[in-house]
């Protein structure tokens, strides 16, 4: 079982990033995926989950309108589109699975999810 993040790295504030968490062992669509982040200073937050038996979305109010959390069950795949990126939203990038498949809540705090991905960079900056 892994989850590879990707698609990381440099954006402008303004702008857009569009990190991938790549699923393998296990079939993205029958699990939650949830999105995290870490920032200096702060413990990891929650920023979106994406439930596995209807697709449907929640987000953390911070991102609300500015970040898309999507997945492509052919590419085993679930991306975390980044728009109108504000210097604050510079952190480590985490997608994260709960232990049991088909869950109806999907949550966005660290203790539901046991399998992490080793992160993506992100960096907003001028």
């Known amino acids: 079982l892994q989850l590879v993040e990707s698609g990381g790295g440099l954006g402008q504030p303004g702008g857009s990033l569009r990190p991938s968490c790549a699923a393998s062992g296990f079939t993205v669509g029958h699990y939650n995926i949830g999105w995290f982040r870490q920032v200096p200073g702060k413990g990891r937050e929650g920023i979106s989950c994406i439930r596995s038996v209807d697709a449907s979305t929640s987000y953390a109010d911070f991102v609300k309108g500015r970040f898309t959390i999507s997945r492509d069950d052919a590419k085993n795949t679930v991306y975390l589109e980044m728009n109108k990126l504000k210097p604050e939203d510079t952190g480590v990038y985490y997608c994260?699975?709960?232990?049991?498949?088909?869950?109806?809540?999907?949550?966005?705090?660290?203790?539901?999810?046991?399998?992490w991905g080793q992160g993506t960079q992100v960096t907003v900056s001028s």
């Open positions: 994260a699975r709960p232990t049991l498949p088909l869950q109806l809540m999907c949550g966005m705090t660290r203790d539901e999810y046991v399998f």
